[in-house]
């Protein structure tokens, strides 16, 4: 009868294959990094277009509540009664009429963590017309957003 010599193997990782699985793992952390680094820009581009989006939709909501309330579209804005509770938009594009509209957010010419509204194009003479407002973001200038306002008043 033959004996038989049970062989003890082991099992593992040797030094060298943890070594080059980490080397490994620190090319890919190094190709995938500068992806996740400068998220500030993205952010801001994402608030603005929030901004913008929040005041287009509160502007929609006060020209549709204005019209149920008796303005009349093509009627002068100038010679038009102001109703209580309408916001007045005659003012176009301004932070004042943003700030109106909007609550929670921060409107002014300049400062960290505000917010300008600028007319792009287009004037207001009747309730009903149409202009095109920039909001800038004040802490980075080059980030904006368009939103479209509708006159009332």
């Known amino acids: 009868?033959?004996?038989?010599?049970?062989?003890k193997t082991e099992s593992g990782f040797?030094?060298?294959?943890?070594?080059?699985v980490i080397v490994i793992l620190g090319i890919l952390a190094a190709t995938a990094l500068p992806k996740f680094i400068d998220t500030t820009g993205?952010?801001?581009v994402a608030a603005v277009k929030g901004v913008a989006g929040g005041l287009g939709s509160a502007n929609a909501v006060n020209f549709a509540a204005?019209?149920?309330?008796?303005?009349?579209?093509g009627v002068a804005v100038g010679s038009a009664t102001a109703i209580t509770g309408i916001t007045d938009t005659?003012?176009?594009?301004?932070?004042?009429?943003?700030g109106n509209l909007v609550d929670?957010?921060?409107?002014?010419?300049?400062?960290a963590g505000t917010y300008n509204v600028t007319t792009a194009s287009g004037t207001i003479t009747n309730i009903g017309d149409t202009v095109t407002c920039t909001v800038t973001n004040n802490d980075d200038n080059s980030k904006t957003a368009d939103f479209v306002l509708t006159a009332t008043k």
């Open 1 to 7: 009868m033959k004996h038989m010599h049970a062989m």
């Open 104 to 111: 929670g957010v921060t409107f002014a010419a300049s400062g």
């Open 90 to 98: 005659t003012g176009g594009c301004s932070t004042t009429v943003a």
């Open 14 to 20: 040797t030094l060298i294959e943890l070594v080059m």
């Open 42 to 44: 993205e952010a801001r």
């Open 66 to 73: 204005s019209l149920a309330k008796g303005q009349v579209v």
